[in-house]
């Protein structure tokens, strides 16, 4: 991995910074806007037993047809901050390598697995795209 750019472990300066968010983490509190879609049933591709969850979809059928789905992707950056020492880490490595008996994974699991995390029971932020798939399957506007 290393030969190919890739650092499986995080320097001192992004474990310091991940301190730091653990000590003092932010509340998710619905503020500026936010919508609240906590109402939604959410589901997620990624199996029953994973708990690095960084997208949800919601779809719903409209009354003439076609398909509201709405994606919701972690929104990581409410924590993580752009240029900080996690996000140059991340921004290295691109990547969450999984090979058969470890796991190296693009931001701490303390984030990836945790304060990020779209899992069910937890309240988090997420950044939502909408689209509407038509009833012939085109997607205006896309």
């Known amino acids: 991995m290393g030969e190919n750019g890739f650092e499986p472990n995080f320097p001192p300066d992004a474990l310091a910074e991940l301190a730091a968010i ?10 500026n806007g936010i919508a609240d879609l906590r109402n939604l049933l959410w589901s997620s591709i990624d199996n029953a037993s ?8 919601y779809a719903e059928q409209l009354e003439n047809g076609d398909i509201k ?3 919701g992707i972690a929104d990581v950056d409410h924590l993580v901050k752009k240029n ?3 996000d140059r880490h991340a921004a290295k490595n691109t990547v969450t390598i999984y090979t058969e ?3 190296f994974p693009m931001l ?3 984030l990836s697995k945790g304060l990020t995390s779209l899992n ?3 309240d988090r932020l997420a ?4 689209l509407v798939v038509k009833e012939n399957g085109d997607v205006p506007g896309n």
């Open 22 to 31: 653990e000590s003092n983490p932010p509340t998710n509190d619905l503020k």
């Open 50 to 57: 994973s708990r690095d969850l960084d997208q949800i979809e």
């Open 69 to 71: 789905i709405l994606v």
């Open 84 to 86: 900080s020492a996690l």
């Open 101 to 103: 008996t470890e796991m």
């Open 108 to 110: 701490p699991e303390e």
């Open 120 to 122: 069910e029971g937890q």
């Open 127 to 130: 950044v939502i795209v909408e």
